[in-house]
């Protein structure tokens, strides 16, 4: 069966660092992507970032450019995301996934592409 298992979250204050990583198991096909979302409690689930395993394509929103860098070691079937200069507005439970319809990331992740989800880790920002 397909798991993905994310560790790395925690409570920093704003300006911190964390690193989070995510590992894959049970999924044998050779291309596919990872992608990185977070959920805060009343808001819509939103795409951070994805990254290719085929062409190392990246993503990343708006509001975590420059500040979050994704990347992969594929075989080990690990997706990470290192988190710098965090902020408040970064606190919410994050997820890792795994695209099952396509391999590419060159747009904003998009749900219904993602067929197999990790539990979360949470990410509080706060002072």
């Known amino acids: 069966q397909v798991q993905l298992v994310e560790s790395g979250g925690g409570q920093v204050q704003p300006g911190g660092s964390l690193r989070l990583s995510c590992t894959l198991s049970g999924f044998t096909l050779d291309y596919y992507a990872f992608g990185w979302f977070r959920q805060a409690p009343g808001k819509e689930r939103e795409g951070v970032s994805c990254i290719s395993t085929s062409d190392g394509g990246t993503y990343y929103t708006d509001s975590v450019k420059g500040r979050f860098t994704i990347s992969r070691d594929i075989a080990k079937k690990t997706v990470y995301l290192q988190m710098n200069n965090l902020k408040p507005e970064d606190t919410a439970l994050y997820y890792c996934?795994?695209?099952?319809?396509?391999?590419?990331?060159?747009?904003?992740?998009?749900?219904?592409?993602?067929?197999?989800w990790g539990q979360g880790t949470q990410v509080t920002v706060s002072s």
């Open positions: 996934a795994v695209n099952v319809v396509t391999s590419r990331c060159a747009g904003t992740p998009l749900n219904y592409q993602y067929g197999y």
